[in-house]
């Protein structure tokens, strides 16, 4: 009896896993808007919260290293990497900083590594970078041939290939590369910019201008886009004010404002989610989370707080559909087995129950 009381009581205590939710998008948004200060703080209130969540402490290594604070970056990316060994995005953002800081040989080493692990072909298109930089010309172009030959539509490896041609003085070369980039991706400034120098260097005067122009059209959209951005991350502040004081209404129509901006930013959605969970609209909130999931279905924090609600709401079938996923998405995460835990109590399937708890208490106690 004392055990189903308890597991009843999880739907409950577990809303406390919104606040991890709200404080890694309001961490996330800071971070696209640069706003590193509160990145950090927000991230470092979520590893306080989860100390134990390789997520968090990934999320504050990459807000540590996108301020260049690169000390505490390698050391929140080493706990992500002994949390969760071979994270991939620890070991790029490793293997990117030591390259900073010119450390040549231990971001290859970190490439390397994690080229090894995954067919991500991020470590790869870095190693390339790394080796180019280390006079190994050759070799990283070889690698970047490698990496289109087996996908035509690496628009990414494409484009590394033009630069590294370009910097080698091969602009004969580079043009066709950068012409592939811009016709996948028309508004890739970077690629146009390339093509408009190599252009002017190979004395193709009238076209290297209609790169050029091409390319400051794509930065003003772009600027323009940014702009959008930003007064949608001074939003969520404006919802974070509100929220302090206890005005859910002011918070929920911000947060709607945020949206009506940038309707396809997952993180609004999940913030929204949030205000209207704490003002009490259950319905809204599972709305607005399963949106949020459906924009960035790798957030397995998104993911429990959906299934939250829908065990809350008696939906134990489809709560547990969505809570597997989240397991799925971080194996080290404990929540969702403490609501599959609950949920499969309440269907009556006690074995279920007792396998969820077993870890949920495991990686509790981690």
Known sequence: MIATIVLLSAFAAAAAAGDFASLMA?????????????????????????????????????????????QPAVAQLEETLRLSPGHIGALLDLASIESASGRLDRA????????????EPRARRGLATVLARDGRLPEALGILRE???????????????????????DCGAAVPMFEEVVRARPDHR??????????????????????????????????????????????????????GRGALREAVAAAREAIAISPDDPRLHALLG?????????????????????????????????GRLLAKGGRFEEAIEILEKAAR????MPEPHRLLAAAWERLGNGQNAARERAIWQRLSAR
């Open 274 to 306: 949030q205000c209207l969970d704490g003002s009490g609209d259950d319905v809204g909130a599972l709305r607005a989370y399963r949106r949020s999931f459906e924009l960035n279905p790798g957030d397995p924090s998104v993911a429990v707080e959906a």
């Open 147 to 169: 990496l289109i030959a087996a996908d035509a539509s690496d628009v990414d490896s494409r484009y590394d290939l033009g630069m590294l041609l370009m910097q080698g003085d």
């Open 329 to 332: 998405l971080d194996p080290l």
């Open 190 to 243: 970077k690629a146009l910019y390339g093509l408009g120098n190599c252009l002017a260097r190979l004395g193709r005067a009238e076209d290297a201008a209609r790169a050029m122009e091409r390319f400051a059209d794509a930065t003003r959209a772009e600027e323009e886009r940014i702009g959008s951005e930003r007064r949608a991350y001074f939003l969520m502040i404006e919802i974070d004010a509100a929220l």
């Open 108 to 119: 290859e080493g970190h490439y390397r590594e994690a080229a090894a692990k995954s067919p």
């Open 26 to 70: 309001r961490g996330e948004a800071a971070l696209s808007a640069r706003d590193y200060v509160t990145a950090r703080d927000a991230f470092e209130k979520a590893v306080a919260l989860r100390p134990s969540d390789p997520a968090a402490h990934y999320a504050l290594g990459r807000a540590l290293g996108a301020d260049q604070k690169y």
